[in-house]
C-alpha cells in the first residue's frame, strides 16, 4: 500500500512496475520518451496554463515528466501518460492519475487525484472517463480509504469532473496554497474529497 507520510519505497523507476488501464477510449500506460515533446506542447500553452501560475518551458516539462515517471516506484502510486485508443493514431493526450503532493496543509499526507489534457481532447468527457477508471485503481488496486482533488474556484471544467465522478466539497476545507504568494489570484483553492462510502455510491467499486 502506498505510504504517502513516508514517501520513497524504491530509488528505481520501472515501466514494468507501471499498472496499465483502459477504457473505451483511453490507455493510462507508463511514460515513453515520445511522449515529451507533445507534453512539452501542452504545458506550453496558455489554454492549459489558465488556471496554472503559468506555461513551462521545455526543460520544465521535461523535469515534470521525469518526476511523473518516477512516482510509481517511489511511492507506489503515479500519473499515468494517456494515450487515446479510438483514435488510428492513438495520440498521447496528457495524464491522468494519482500524486503525493508535496506541501503541507490540513489535509497532508494525501493523494491526490489529477489530470492535464491537451485542449483539443477538451469537453468529450475523457478526463471524467479516465478519472473514474484512476479513482478505482486507487481504492481497488492500492487499496486507498480516500482521495482528494483541488483546484482554484474558478475552474468550473475540472470541479464538473470531479463532481462528477462522486466527490465532495466542503467549503470549510478550502484552503490558501502554501506554493503562492499572498495577494496572487490562484492562491485560493478548492479542496474535494471521495472516500469508499461515496465510491461505491457512484458506482466506482462495488
Not at 462528477?164 to 496572487?184: C, N, V
Request: hydrophobic fraction near 45%; glycine fraction near 8%; proline fraction near 7%.
Amino acid at each position: 500500500m502506498v505510504d504517502a507520510r513516508h514517501g520513497p519505497a524504491s530509488d528505481e523507476a520501472s515501466p514494468h512496475t507501471v499498472p496499465e488501464l483502459a477504457t473505451p477510449r483511453l490507455l493510462l500506460r507508463a511514460w515513453r520518451d515520445e511522449d515529451l515533446a507533445p507534453f512539452a506542447a501542452i504545458n506550453a500553452d496558455a489554454r492549459v496554463a489558465r488556471h496554472l501560475p503559468r506555461t513551462l518551458t521545455r526543460d520544465e516539462s521535461d523535469t515534470l515528466a521525469g518526476l511523473i515517471r518516477q512516482s510509481f516506484a517511489r511511492h507506489g502510486v503515479g500519473l499515468w501518460a494517456v494515450e487515446r485508443t479510438d483514435l488510428d493514431a492513438r495520440p498521447f493526450i496528457g495524464f491522468i492519475g494519482l500524486s503525493i503532493p508535496r506541501f503541507e496543509a490540513h489535509f497532508t499526507p494525501c493523494v491526490e487525484l489529477g489530470w492535464r489534457l491537451a485542449p483539443e481532447h477538451w469537453g468529450l468527457g475523457l478526463a471524467t472517463e479516465g478519472a473514474r477508471v484512476a479513482a478505482r485503481h486507487a481504492f481497488e488496486g492500492v487499496g486507498l480509504d480516500a482521495v482528494v482533488a483541488f483546484t482554484v474556484p474558478a475552474n468550473a471544467p475540472s470541479r464538473r469532473v470531479m463532481e462528477k465522478i462522486g466527490m465532495r466539497h466542503d467549503p470549510s476545507e478550502d484552503f490558501d496554497h502554501p506554493a503562492l504568494p499572498e495577494g496572487d489570484a490562484l492562491r485560493r483553492h478548492v479542496l474535494y474529497r471521495l472516500d469508499r462510502a461515496r465510491a461505491r455510491a457512484a458506482a466506482l467499486i462495488g
